[in-house]
């Protein structure tokens, strides 16, 4: 028997794609990791995924776990191994309101998990660009990050529990609804952010949290990045924490903005060096009681503490969204940005996180080290300042694989000068593993590669990602 | 040259305890566990710590690490072992307000982190009786909770970076400061909570969070705890989630205490079925502005609904502390069950959590278990509610090693049914080592063993706890 025999023996033949059925699972939106798998199953129960993966170890193949392709770091990419799709797997097992949890099977859509939610008053706390492609097993295999991490935490601060498959077709269940457990090691934590190198995640019990009864949304400008971090510890203690979202827009986003999209309104010309859109959530029903001017609360706390910060001249110039088109207008201008810089051709992606107070230092040394190299190049960047993750893209007028390296390694060498990390929220994949070789303490590589063949000895779940092979 | 020579090179002899020298460290507070190290070695520095792990290596004897002794399941015992204090990584390295982070070594009390924190305005949100003697070495290893995990998560969500110290003696560095950071596996996670067994965790990065501006806190009575879930839920929604504790005085409890400390005032008399201890905490300066009628509205806001639900009859009764002395004298009524439960003789302790809403039925079912296996006993029990966090003490007239493992399967047999877990946050040790064997999912504790060899080879640190033996 063939493994493709096998494969459609189990899953059926429209669930083992081969040839032109595959052209869609062959690119992600970056088009930089073309992949030629063998086959791509796509099994609809975790049972299939684990006799999948028993297929796979009897005929000795590679294992690429897929779901939404929205990593843009390879994470997904091969050749010749098999793609395990979990699209199928896109059950939302339980969702219960009064323990505010959902139990959600990998191939789930992250837009359908918000939908659910909200439809009983809750709200599942990971937001961004890619919400309506982006599967939860993609999203927990990568530790996504996103727009409201700042309040609510990366994916692994939302998980309870997990079902993982094993290399071997072994079904790990984790699958606690506990808010305490500490019965033995942390083993979802493991899995989480491993990229599918030491299991596929199947289903998860994810934490959904009080839908906010009111947000508040704000673009700004100000002079610099030490005054949006007076602005955001300003904002933070005025409403006792209630910041959902702190993104900074910077001046060459916001110029390419201008340039991509015309049809986009610019909220301040001429643009300023630093904007800034700010958003307050807030589940406190006093914070919507309108008082005695008939303003909520909430939004008269935004607009005294931007009115006193303008005043003081911290503040260069403000506009409040006064409804919820505004407001997803001043997001669509923060959320443009992928697509903006995609349009502008080759480029060198930078997901960064610094210590929050470094960032503006990072942008000046990053800049000056970039000029020393001696060509011509455009960067640009957008960050979700209040976590210290700036996406700083880089695009050369000559790019080749020297010139791509060289950029690379020169914004790196600031990031670590600075404290901070060269992956922030995308994880590795392929794209980050010359940096991990470069960059990663080597205990802890010594230690990945020790925990990776005692999960996966044959190594055979998405071999080649995450840990750089030994020099 | 002896294990003992070779320690007292590197340490100095002072640092190296034997004979009457290591009383304070042969037993816990439980007295259950007594210790017969080899020697206690006391390390002062990381690189210290690294090589007594190296010549406890060469002497291939077993290495027990210790910190504040408060744990209670018997995971720092040891036959034979040498023992590693973290007493004397005592600095707090660093401790950075506008960062709200402190770096802080392995045996620092969690009192003086409470302190050095408040001394900022800033509060480490980790809360439970023994913090006067606990240190962060073992509230990591443990991954301990307490009072404020519903609000901020147990010792996990507040750990951003580690230092670790690994069997051979490499010292793992991961003390980042970092908000986010996904370059490869998230190893912190794989430590925290793993009791020695992989490592001696040397130093960590912890987060601290703006110091609550009021505390308000209640005593109430209620008639059952689905009521007090209700309790809980309307606080919750009515201050967008304020509630920073939420614990749960059984009847048994109060009547306990009343009988071994009648110098304690009991806040009701004839007493309850079920006593609750609540308290709201604001960082938000609205909630402290005094009203027309001089009240704060955080206050307001505490009254108002415990008077609404007395009105509606699901509050019996309540009192609101008006000073911090009558806060205290509340959190006093709940602490002091450890000592008030310790007098009463040989017990079993159950550290359980459960799904919120499934607490009342484990307490019924519990009880009907026990009543069958037709001994005398008396039960004592208080809970973190707000986690379903149950410390379930059974007490039986007459105790052996045969009615402790009938209590303990009965009363597990129940949590399993209900879906909860043996271990909620005093971790394992050896006391639920046999828990373990019987309960834990048997493909969770192959991968846990097959981390632990590919980590601990030799089996050499902290053996024969958590992971129970094969069968």
């Known amino acids: 028997m063939t493994l493709l025999n096998d494969l459609t023996n189990l899953l059926g033949a429209q669930n083992v794609l081969t040839g032109d059925d595959i052209a869609r699972y062959r690119e992600d939106w970056t088009k930089l990791y073309p992949s030629n ?24 193949v590679a294992v690429v776990p897929v779901a939404g392709l929205t990593g843009l770091t390879g994470g997904a990419q091969t050749n010749g191994g098999l793609m395990i799709s979990v699209e199928r797997l896109n059950q939302i097992r339980e969702l219960n309101p009064a323990a505010q949890i959902a139990v959600v099977e990998a191939g789930v859509v992250l837009t359908r998990l918000h939908e659910a939610a909200e439809a009983h008053d809750l709200y599942f706390p990971l937001w961004f660009g890619a919400r309506g492609s982006a599967m939860i097993g993609g999203v927990l295999a990568t530790n996504a990050g996103g727009s409201n991490v700042l309040r609510y935490g990366s994916t692994r601060a939302l998980c309870l529990g997990l079902e993982v498959v094993l290399a071997d077709g072994r079904v790990l269940n984790l699958m606690s609804q506990l808010r305490k457990d500490n019965s033995g090691y942390d083993l979802r934590q493991l899995f989480i952010g491993s990229e599918g190198t030491l299991g596929i995640i199947t289903a998860a019990v994810m934490k959904l949290v009080p839908r906010p009864l009111a947000y508040t949304t704000a673009t700004l400008a100000v002079r610099s990045l030490p005054d949006a971090l007076t602005v955001l510890n300003r904002l933070q203690m005025a409403s006792g924490g209630a910041v959902e979202a702190f993104e900074y827009m910077s001046k060459t986003h916001m110029a390419r903005l201008a340039e991509a999209r015309p049809d986009i309104r610019q909220p301040f ?32 706390l935004m607009s005294s503490v931007l009115s006193d910060l303008l005043e003081e001249g911290i503040i260069l110039d403000a506009e409040i969204a006064q409804n919820d088109a505004q407001r997803m207008a001043m997001w669509e201008r923060r959320e443009l940005n992928a697509e903006i810089c995609f349009s502008l ?16 230092a990072f942008l000046d040394k990053a800049h000056v080290s970039l000029d020393l190299l001696g060509r011509d190049y455009r960067s640009i960047h957008v960050a979700h300042l209040g976590d210290g993750n700036v996406h700083f893209s880089v695009f050369p007028s000559d790019m080749d694989e020297n010139v791509y390296e060289a950029i690379l390694v020169a914004v790196e060498d600031v990031v670590s000068e600075l404290g901070g990390t060269f992956s922030a929220e995308h994880g590795v994949g392929l794209m980050k593993l010359s940096s991990m070789s470069r960059r990663k303490e080597p205990v802890a590589l010594e230690v990945m590669r020790a925990i990776k063949s005692a999960m996966d000895p044959m190594n055979r779940m998405n071999p080649g990602k995450v840990i750089p092979a030994r020099n």
Chains 1, 2 share one sequence.
Do not use: F, K, Y
């Not at 086959?39 to 005929?59: D, K, M, N, S």
């Not at 992606?349 to 960032?359: G, H």
């Open 37 to 60: 798998p063998c086959a791509v199953a796509r099994p609809g129960t975790t049972e299939e995924v684990a006799e999948t993966l028993r297929i796979a170890a009897r005929h000795d």
């Open 269 to 300: 010309t001429p643009i300023h060096d630093v904007s800034i859109l700010v958003e307050l959530g807030t589940t406190s029903p006093r914070d919507i009681l309108p008082n005695d001017q008939g303003e909520r609360p909430i939004e008269h």
């Open 345 to 360: 051709g080759p480029c060198v992606e930078c997901d960064i996180a610094l210590p929050l107070d470094r960032v503006s």
